[in-house]
């Protein structure tokens, strides 16, 4: 078929894509909403809240335009489109990096933002105070205790929840102690009354 052909021989650029984004997503992002956090209200916090603001208001073509004529118009340190494949690794290269940075800005920004919102309020948990209290510095405790536990999130459906309440609200609350962000999906497929749901110590409900 003419149509799976055209997607076979563009989906490994695609793929290829996809990946050099993601990588350069996490390395912006995962650094950014961390720093934001330790410095929460300082400059640099409210430099990069501005600036990821900016990128999520902005669709994707846009900032490839953008990235386009400045960098490859009107700089020339980029080629502006085409791929000359793998054959020629540097100039494959160079040719990824402005579609996968034009993916990638907008990616890394809602990461910072959500990273920086879990581990502001993860630096408030007990533990990590716990940890501030041995001797551990902020970023101490935070790289050992609170970015592992802020990148967790756990889902669980509301009809998990009627047979055994008080098991599972002990349960959510030690989890919660812990800087997991707990979800209640599926809200209202079990018909539990809001005055029970209203214990479970849920950070937010789908």
Do not use: N
Request: proline share 6%; charged share 20%.
């Amino acid at each position: 078929y003419p149509v799976a052909q055209e997607i076979a021989l563009r989906l490994p650029r695609t793929l290829e894509l996809i990946l050099a984004g993601t990588v350069l997503a996490l390395l912006v992002g995962m650094p950014a909403g961390i720093a934001a956090a330790l410095h929460r209200g300082s400059a640099f916090d409210r430099i990069a809240s501005g600036i990821a603001a900016f990128l999520l208001a902005l669709p994707v073509f846009v900032v490839g335009t953008l990235l386009v004529l400045v960098f490859a118009v009107r700089l020339r340190w980029l080629p502006a489109g085409g791929f000359p494949g793998w054959d020629e690794p540097a100039r494959a290269l160079r040719a990824l990096i402005l579609p996968a940075v034009a993916l990638a800005l907008p990616q890394a920004a809602i990461l910072a933002r959500v990273l920086r919102a879990a581990l502001v309020e993860t630096l408030g948990q007990d533990y990590v105070r716990s940890a501030r209290a041995k001797g551990l510095s902020r970023g101490q405790a935070l790289r050992r205790h609170g970015v592992p536990a802020a990148c967790l999130e756990l889902e669980v459906t509301e009809s998990m929840l009627i047979d055994r309440p008080g098991e599972g609200i002990a349960m959510l609350r030690r989890l919660k102690d812990l800087g997991v962000k707990l979800s209640l999906d599926d809200f209202g497929t079990g018909y539990a009354a809001l005055a029970l749901l209203a214990r479970f110590p849920f950070s937010e409900v789908k």
